[in-house]
């Protein structure tokens, strides 16, 4: 089973204050790079895998979406999915991403925030979801980039600059990583680029965008904390295809 620390009560009530969680897509620099991926959600079958508090369920319903299907593994999150994120259109559901059972071509489009690096059973999840796509169908997700999984060494200024660096440490060496985020023993998996990449591609997925984050001039004017994702990014947003 997924680590499901989002049902701790400290993680949570750390969580809630983060500014994603507070003012939703509006708050996630990255939404407007990861809607650019998205097709035309109106009158697709969508699922969100991970789908925290359900702000892309809520956004997807609005822009006419036939139905959309929101898991968590989290009842905190899905509690709160239901109380601020309720639409017609939404059903939400408890489910674990290691051991779901998706049905056959049965959503037009698969989507996922910041959910997959918690996985540790990817290529069948993955696999997964590519039986639960319609032909032609859309695959968009963000994942942690894996140069920010990687164990890194002090950031240092190698020459007086101004400049931050950050070398990796362990880049190669695949698997599970514990770590502190917003709470001690927070478990995500570590994958190099060349095996996220080679996972679509086994489980039959065609890659239409790969899109290595990284924070605007503007946004790190409004929000200088994002100054150091220039550096190195945090994100990585796809887009693949049945």
């Given amino acids: 089973m997924t ?11 750390g969580y809630s204050r983060l500014n994603r969680s507070v003012h939703g897509l509006d708050g996630a620099p990255e939404w407007p790079a990861l809607r650019a991926l998205l097709p035309d959600v109106r009158k697709l079958k969508v ?13 997807a319903a609005e822009q006419g979406a036939a139905r959309v299907l929101g898991v968590d593994v989290a009842a905190k999150m ?8 309720a639409h017609p259109a939404i059903t939400y559901r408890r489910a674990d991403l290691e051991t779901i059972d998706l049905p056959e ?3 037009d489009l698969i989507y996922s925030s910041l959910a997959l690096h918690y996985v540790e059973n990817l290529q069948t999840l993955m696999a997964s979801v590519h039986r639960a796509l319609v032909p032609g169908g859309s695959f968009v997700f963000s994942i942690e980039h894996p140069v920010f999984m990687a164990p890194r060494r002090p950031a240092f200024d ?3 600059d101004g400049r931050t660096f950050w070398p990796l440490d362990g880049y190669q060496n695949e698997g599970r990583r514990v770590t502190h985020w917003l709470a001690d023993g927070v478990v995500k998996q570590h994958r190099t680029m060349g095996t996220l990449v080679n996972m679509l591609i086994d489980c039959g997925l065609v890659l239409r965008r790969l899109i290595e984050w990284g924070p605007t001039r503007e946004q790190v004017r409004a929000l200088p904390a994002l100054a150091e994702e220039v550096e190195r990014p945090m994100m990585l947003l796809v887009a693949a295809q049945r």
Avoid: H
């Fill in 3 to 13: 680590q499901n620390i989002y049902d701790d009560e400290a993680f949570f009530e």
């Fill in 47 to 59: 699922l969100d895998l991970g789908c925290g508090y359900g702000w892309f369920c809520r956004w």
């Fill in 78 to 85: 899905l509690e709160r999915a239901a109380q601020s994120n």
């Fill in 105 to 107: 071509r049965a959503f």
């Fill in 158 to 160: 190698v020459d007086g």
